[in-house]
């Protein structure tokens, strides 16, 4: 799990599909919405970009990104 490393939502381009919420199963966002609010990103992990790649709006970008490409097992294939 990171501390360094965790979604942050455009919420003028979301279109709150509920893609990333259902993606997610380390608890990072709030559960039964459709809106992704990030509650819990100390459980995001390091490099995941499943939510991200998800995101038809490219509304999700990361806190600590720094554009570099990581593989990563968390379990929800998102590399």
Not at 5 to 21: D, K, L, S
Not at 45 to 66: F, K, S
Request: net charge positive; with cysteine.
């Amino acid at each position: 799990m990171s501390k360094k490393w965790y979604p942050v939502i455009n919420f003028e381009i979301c279109i709150e599909c509920g893609r990333c919420v259902e993606k997610c199963k380390n608890g990072v966002y709030e559960k039964n919405t459709k809106k992704p609010n990030v509650i819990n990103p100390q459980g995001c992990i390091d490099g995941c970009r499943g939510c991200q790649n998800l995101c038809p709006a490219h509304a999700i970008e990361y806190v600590g990104d720094n554009g570099e490409q990581k593989t990563v097992n968390c379990g929800c294939s998102c590399n």
